[in-house]
């Protein structure tokens, strides 16, 4: 079995996406996938959503992409959101206990998320020091900070972006903490599952876009040469 690393978005982005693919025709990139050599478990490394809105729409086929263990690596994905009126945050950040903390201890906690707002970092003083369940305060933070009409769509950031975010006193910045390739594995192997873009996968090459005519994907045992124009 393939088995997904994260959760799906939420039922209202994976009825767009159903609705886009459907408008174009076209199925906008293969999902990727990686066995391990030793367990010869396949994770689902990047395109969940793409495989929830294949089985939705009913293809027969779902295009993959299988890529050697040592060929890619994973990386976090960090939150910004620009906060024009911050008056609502008082109470939020009391609501998800967020204490002030010393920037430099924080950051030498690779458990640990860190959010910083105005020139001030935080960090959640009730939930454990657990990657998994970091990952999972923020997203509850960022979801309820969507139900305060804060628009979170477009939040999520490479490390990279991050310092020029945080450089921003209006910018709401969350670090979150990095998994290692194998630290997935055990965590799949447990039962356990991140929520959405909680990691990105970095290729060799880059991301692969291979559009394929969704005709192709419900009908044929066999792709035509010109499946993928």
Same mark, same amino acid.
């Given at each position: 079995? $393939?088995?997904? *690393?994260?959760?799906?978005?939420?039922?209202?982005? @994976?009825?767009?996406?159903? !609705?886009?693919? *459907?408008?174009?025709?076209?199925?906008?990139?293969?999902?990727? !996938?990686?066995?391990?050599?030793?367990?010869?478990?396949?994770?689902?490394?990047?395109?969940?959503?793409?495989?929830?809105?294949?089985?939705?729409?009913?293809?027969?086929? @779902?295009?993959?992409?299988?890529?050697?263990?040592?060929?890619?690596?994973?990386?976090?994905?960090?939150?910004?959101?620009?906060?024009?009126?911050?008056?609502?945050?008082?109470?939020?950040?009391?609501?998800?206990?967020?204490?002030?903390?010393?920037?430099?201890?924080?950051?030498?906690?690779?458990?640990?998320?860190?959010?910083?707002?105005?020139?001030?970092?935080?960090?959640?003083?009730?939930?454990?020091?657990?990657?998994?369940?970091?990952?999972?305060?923020?997203?509850?933070?960022?979801?309820?900070?969507?139900?305060?009409?804060?628009?979170?769509?477009? $939040?999520?950031?490479?490390?990279?972006?991050?310092?020029?975010?945080?450089?921003?006193?209006? +910018?709401?910045?969350?670090?979150?903490?990095?998994?290692?390739?194998?630290?997935?594995?055990?965590?799949?192997?447990?039962?356990?599952?991140?929520? !959405?873009?909680?990691?990105?996968?970095?290729?060799?090459?880059?991301? @692969?876009?291979?559009?394929?005519?969704?005709?192709?994907?419900?009908?044929?045992? +066999?792709?035509?040469?010109?499946?993928?124009?």
């Amino acid at each position: 079995d $393939c088995l997904p *690393t994260e959760a799906a978005v939420g039922q209202k982005k @994976i009825e767009e996406m159903v !609705a886009t693919v *459907t408008a174009e025709g076209f199925f906008p990139a293969p999902v990727i !996938a990686s066995k391990h050599p030793a367990t010869q478990q396949i994770l689902l490394l990047d395109g969940n959503h793409r495989r929830t809105v294949g089985a939705l729409m009913g293809l027969k086929y @779902i295009p993959v992409v299988f890529i050697g263990w040592d060929e890619f690596e994973v990386d976090v994905w960090n939150r910004a959101l620009s906060i024009e009126n911050g008056d609502s945050l008082d109470e939020l950040f009391s609501q998800f206990d967020l204490t002030e903390s010393k920037p430099a201890l924080a950051e030498n906690n690779s458990q640990q998320a860190l959010l910083h707002y105005r020139g001030k970092s935080y960090t959640s003083s009730v939930v454990e020091s657990n990657k998994i369940k970091q990952h999972q305060w923020v997203d509850q933070l960022f979801s309820a900070l969507e139900d305060c009409g804060f628009n979170t769509g477009n $939040c999520f950031i490479t490390k990279q972006a991050t310092d020029d975010h945080k450089a921003n006193p209006d +910018h709401l910045v969350v670090e979150l903490p990095r998994f290692a390739k194998e630290e997935l594995l055990e965590m799949v192997q447990q039962g356990e599952v991140l929520p !959405a873009k909680a990691y990105r996968t970095l290729l060799p090459h880059g991301p @692969i876009r291979l559009p394929i005519k969704i005709q192709y994907l419900r009908e044929f045992d +066999h792709l035509p040469y010109d499946f993928y124009d």
